[in-house]
């Protein structure tokens, strides 16, 4: 029993040294949609964050640019046209070339672009 409880301490501390804390900073640039709800996908499909907005790229359409705040590990998203809890992302891990992330109930990665 004393020896599960000591590798389930080491195991979550190692899991909080690898996550980054998500800030303005660590968002900023272009992610790559990579995977969905564990498939590959291979759509030039984005999300962007820039300041204090994001915007996403679908399809190569822009869609317009949406003010977010950060509140512990979730992006609310501030639009007063989709006000669903929904729409807000949750970061599930995040370092400075891979997210995962969930939104609309929908598993994502997504891979930093440089």
């Known amino acids: 029993?004393?020896?599960?409880?000591?590798?389930l301490m080491t195991l979550i501390c190692s899991m909080t040294i690898q996550a980054e804390e998500v800030?303005?900073?660590s968002l900023q640039g272009s992610w790559r949609i990579?995977?969905?709800?564990?498939?590959?996908y291979d759509a030039d499909d984005r999300w962007v964050f820039k300041d204090n907005m994001i915007y996403e790229?679908?399809?190569e359409h822009k869609t317009?640019?949406?003010k977010f705040k950060i509140v512990g590990q979730?992006?609310?998203i501030e639009d007063?046209?989709?006000p669903r809890e929904g729409n807000n992302i949750v970061i599930i891990s995040l370092d400075s070339n891979t997210m995962k992330?969930?939104?609309?109930n929908y598993d994502y990665i997504l891979k930093k672009q440089t």
């Open 34 to 40: 990579v995977q969905i709800l564990a498939a590959p």
């Open 64 to 66: 317009p640019a949406i």
């Open 101 to 104: 992330a969930k939104r609309f």
């Open 74 to 76: 979730k992006i609310i």
């Open 1 to 7: 029993m004393r020896i599960k409880i000591i590798f």
């Open 80 to 82: 007063e046209d989709d």
């Open 23 to 25: 800030t303005q900073g």
């Open 57 to 59: 790229i679908y399809n």
